[in-house]
Every structure is written in structure tokens, then in C-alpha cells.
């Protein structure tokens, strides 16, 4: 533990860098709330701005259930809140930058405000670099915690709200798995599940493994005992969340782990089950399987491929080749021919050339995706890609971006066209972010669709017959 003489605990990257691998199911405890928290938040309010993927909404919702236990009330305006968290995402520099720039500019709002609690955590947080950042130049900012300390959050509050203490409390290293969180639901027709939490995969370029620490595998039991929940709240899906679940169960010697999870979801009965995210390496076929024998599991698969090119994905330490991605491609459609394929990928990675970059294209072309996203490199620091020279002009970075972003839309659209005249199943999300008067919600395929029809139809699953096709959007009106 990396204590100073104020007694902060400070993060370590390095030492997620040495940690050796879990062997061993991790520690499990239960949730409880202390009694001098319990009422600190009676009468005053929080607020929570949270950035990056599915397992940071997941956390923030962990945030809310456990503020709300301590008495504090939602609202919607950064000025009115007493505690405000900033649940940050550390994937890339952009993402930080704009974070650093909106606690900038609360340095005013907080002089408005005198007693305001400013608190960053999340993945930024287990970074070095950002915790002296803040130590340096955001004194506004009150208390910061790490992934590891989101359920110390009501202990933390207690010693910055009535000692009067600025905290910063960043461990290095996981400790138990803790059940019985408290949660306050975003959405009140489908809910995340942390299943896993961590990586271990190491991808040169990714701070992940960093900021999340080791993979481990919440017990089976404690994930069907949400999903149950989920059902009896009346919600529609259950989303089930990993950096790469496809190595659930593992740490807990369970063989063929995820495929097991997910049938005993589906036997759950709930109507409709999705996963996010597998990794080629680790990936079953089982896990395709398994999608045709169950109809409540939804025929779409996020598969992140990041390159084409063989020296690229070697660079990048992914465990596979371009080919390997292509047989998992061909045996998936041949089970499933209309799956709905998706995927991520990364543009100007150290030292990629012309020719490994339209290697990317081949593959794009090749495994014609429904939808991906592709990302320019962004050098994390502390990551053994940021050690190789960043030598690809920002300039051909964009352009590669433009050309592939091109490739993807022009395949995307062209695969949604199909789909117009059909009857989809949506689960209705409620009215648009764009339009108040249309709804919007995801099909079994996972096409987002925009519709019109009567009142009432939020949270419900709706027959859309489709009139239109976008790039990554379908229009249709409710049947
Ligand atoms: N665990 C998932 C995704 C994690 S992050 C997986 O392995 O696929 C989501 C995506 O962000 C990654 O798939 C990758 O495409 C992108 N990404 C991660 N680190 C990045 C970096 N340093 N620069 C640009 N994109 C990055
Ligand atoms: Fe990052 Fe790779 Fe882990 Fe995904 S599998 S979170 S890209 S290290
Ligand atoms: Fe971002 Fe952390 Fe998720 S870096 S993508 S919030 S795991």
C-alpha cells in the first residue's frame, strides 16, 4: 500500500503489472452499511456523471443504490448536488481530457455551493498520473477512490463529510468480492449483471488489467440470484457483464464456465439474455450452441477483433490470427446464419502500415459486421504499448479512421436494407433521445429501431414491422 504523509493511499500501476494470476476462487463478502452512515445523505442530494462501458453504468448504479441507503436523493443538476461523482473511464486520452475539463469548471459552481463533496473514481482514479494531477491542481476535488474501494464509498462520505478530511483511498490490488450491493436501476426494462470483474488478457495497448485488476468470477449461484431478480422486478433482460467472459468461472475451476452461466440464465426463464464482451482467444463454440438451443439467448455476438493484421495482433499480444478470427467468423454463421455480428477496432496502432491497414479492410470486408466501433490508437501510459514510438501521424490516423468508417457504414447499411418489410420483436426503451414523439428501443437481433405507436408501450416487448433502414438505425411503426 503506497501511503504519504497525509495517509492517502495512492495507486500503483506497477504493481497490477507484477501481480501474478489468480489460481484461486476470490473471497466473498456481504454488504453492510455502517450506522454512522446510514443517515448522513437525509436531506441532501447526489449526483452521478458516469462515462466509459456497460460495468462502469453497472458501478454508478451500485453508487446510487448505496447513496440512496444513506438518505441522499437524485437529482439532475450539478449545482443543486451536495455530493457529486465523477465515475470516470481511462480508455482513452480523450475520455480524460474532457473529464479534467468539466471539474475544471466546477471550481465556480462549487464556490456557489460551500460544502459541496467533488468525488472522482473509477477507472482515471487507479492511474498515478491522475491522482497527482488532481493532488496538484484540482483541490475542488474532495475524495477520490478506486474500482477496488466503490463499496467503502458510505465510509468515505463519513470521514469527508464530518471530519471535515480530504480523502484519496486508491487500492492496487482487489480484495473479497463483495454480494449484496445495494442498486438503483437506470433502466427500468433490462439491468446490467456483473458476472466477472477484471482482465487478465493484457493487451499491450489496453489499461484495463491496470485499472481493474485480476479476473474473478462472482459465484454462479450469487448471478443467477440477480438475474431472478431482475425477472420478478418485471424487467426484460438481463445483460451479463465481463471484459471477457468468456473466461467466467476459471478462477472458480469450473470448465467451460460461461457456456454453463449462461444456459442456467436462460433456464431462469427471463426473456431475453445478452453478454458482453468475448474475446476470440478464450471463445467457445459451445457458447454458439448454447445460443441455438435457447431462444431468451439474443443471436448477436460482440466479438472485438482490434486488427487484420497478423503482426499487428501479435503486437498487440491478442492470442490469435486474422485467420483464426475468420474460421470463428465461418463456423458461427454456419450455426446461426443470421447472426448479428459486431466488433471494435483500432486504427494507427505503433508502427501499422498501409498494407497491415487495409489487412483491417480484407477482414471488414470479409466478416461484413452489422455495426463496429473503430477507435484511432490512443498511448496509454504505463501500458507496454505506450513504450513503442507512437510514430503514425495523427493526420493518417484520421484518414484511416474516415476510410474504415466508410467501409463499416456502407456493409452496415446495406445489412439493414434486408431487413425492411420484416416484423421485429423491440423492446420498447421508451420515446427517443432525438424525438419525443417516436419510441426506441433494441430487437432480438440488437438493431436499434425507432417507431411509432400508441401510448403505453414502454418497457414492453413491441412486433415492429420495419418501413426504413439507416446505417445504424431501422424505422417502423408498432403492429
Ligand atoms: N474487453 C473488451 C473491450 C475493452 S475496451 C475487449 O477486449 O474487447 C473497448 C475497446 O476500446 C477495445 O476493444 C478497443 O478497441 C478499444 N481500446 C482499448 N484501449 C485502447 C487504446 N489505448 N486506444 C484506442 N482504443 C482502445
Ligand atoms: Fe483490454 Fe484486452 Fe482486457 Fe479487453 S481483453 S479489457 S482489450 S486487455
Ligand atoms: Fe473505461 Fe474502465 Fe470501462 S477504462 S471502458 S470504464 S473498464
Not at 446510514?38 to 451500485?62: F, P, S
Not at 493484421?309 to 443470421?338: C, P, V, W
Not at 477496432?345 to 505503433?350: D, M, N, R, S, Y
Not at 411509432?452 to 412486433?463: N, Y
Amino acid at each position: 500500500m503506497n501511503k504519504n504523509k497525509e495517509n492517502y493511499i495512492l495507486p500503483e500501476m506497477r504493481r497490477e503489472a507484477n501481480r501474478s494470476r489468480r489460481n484461486t476462487a476470490a473471497e466473498c463478502s456481504r454488504f453492510v452499511m455502517s450506522e454512522e452512515a446510514e443517515n448522513l445523505g437525509r436531506g441532501k442530494k447526489y449526483y452521478i456523471r458516469t462515462y466509459g462501458c456497460q460495468a462502469n453504468v453497472r458501478d454508478g448504479e451500485t453508487m446510487a443504490g448505496m447513496l440512496e441507503l444513506m438518505g441522499f436523493v437524485m437529482t439532475e443538476s450539478v449545482e443543486e448536488a451536495d455530493v457529486l461523482i465523477f465515475n470516470t473511464c481511462a480508455i482513452r486520452q480523450a475520455a480524460e481530457d474532457r473529464v479534467f475539463g468539466e471539474i475544471g469548471s466546477l471550481k465556480s459552481v462549487k464556490a456557489r455551493h460551500p460544502g459541496q463533496i467533488i468525488c472522482l473514481c473509477g477507472c482515471m482514479a487507479q492511474e498515478e498520473v491522475v491522482v497527482e494531477k488532481i493532488l496538484q491542481s484540482y483541490p475542488q476535488v474532495d475524495l477520490v477512490f478506486g474500482t477496488h474501494n466503490l463499496w467503502r464509498l458510505p465510509q468515505l462520505l463519513v470521514k469527508v463529510m464530518t471530519e471535515g478530511e480530504r480523502t484519496i483511498e486508491v487500492d492496487s490490488e482487489d480484495g473479497d468480492l463483495i454480494e449484496e450491493m445495494p442498486v438503483r436501476r437506470s433502466a427500468s426494462c433490462k439491468g446490467f449483471v456483473h458476472i466477472m470483474y477484471g482482465c487478465d488478457k493484457f493487451c499491450t495497448y489496453c489499461i484495463v488489467p491496470y485499472t481493474r485488476g485480476r479476473e474473478r468470477s462472482r459465484r454462479p449461484q450469487d448471478i443467477l440470484d440477480e438475474v431472478i431478480s431482475l425477472k420478478q422486478q418485471g424487467m426484460k433482460e438481463a445483460v451479463l457483464l465481463g471484459q471477457n467472459v468468456n473466461a467466467y468461472g476459471k478462477d472458480l475451476k469450473i470448465e467451460d464456465g460461461f457456456t454453463k452461466l449462461l444456459e442456467s440464465c436462460a433456464e431462469t426463464g427471463i426473456e431475453r439474455i445478452r453478454f458482453y464482451t468475448s474475446h476470440p482467444r478464450d471463445y467457445s463454440v459451445t457458447t454458439i450452441d448454447a445460443m441455438v438451443r435457447y431462444p431468451n439467448i439474443m443471436k448477436s455476438l460482440h466479438l472485438p477483433v482490434q486488427s487484420g493484421s497478423d503482426e499487428i495482433l501479435k503486437r498487440m499480444n491478442r492470442g490469435y490470427t486474422a485467420d483464426h478470427f475468420r474460421q470463428l467468423y465461418d463456423e458461427m454463421r454456419a450455426k446461426i446464419s443470421d447472426i448479428t455480428f459486431t466488433t471494435d477496432l483500432i486504427v494507427g496502432f505503433p508502427s501499422e502500415t498501409d498494407e497491415q491497414f487495409e489487412a483491417t479492410l480484407d477482414l471488414v470486408d470479409y466478416c461484413q459486421f452489422d455495426m463496429a466501433y473503430s477507435f484511432v490508437y490512443s498511448p496509454r501510459s504505463g501500458t507496454p504499448a505506450a513504450k513503442m514510438a507512437d510514430d503514425i501521424p495523427l493526420s493518417v490516423k484520421k484518414e484511416r479512421l474516415q476510410i474504415l468508417n466508410d467501409r463499416l457504414s456502407a456493409i452496415a447499411s446495406k445489412r439493414n436494407e434486408a431487413y425492411v418489410g420484416r416484423t421485429l420483436k423491440v423492446l420498447c426503451e421508451g420515446p427517443s433521445k432525438k424525438n419525443q414523439n417516436v419510441y426506441s428501443g433494441y430487437s432480438e437481433e440488437n438493431k436499434l429501431v425507432n417507431f411509432t405507436g400508441p401510448a403505453g408501450l414502454k418497457d414492453r416487448i413491441v412486433d415492429v414491422k420495419i418501413e426504413a433502414s439507416h446505417s445504424f438505425s431501422l424505422d417502423g411503426s408498432a403492429l
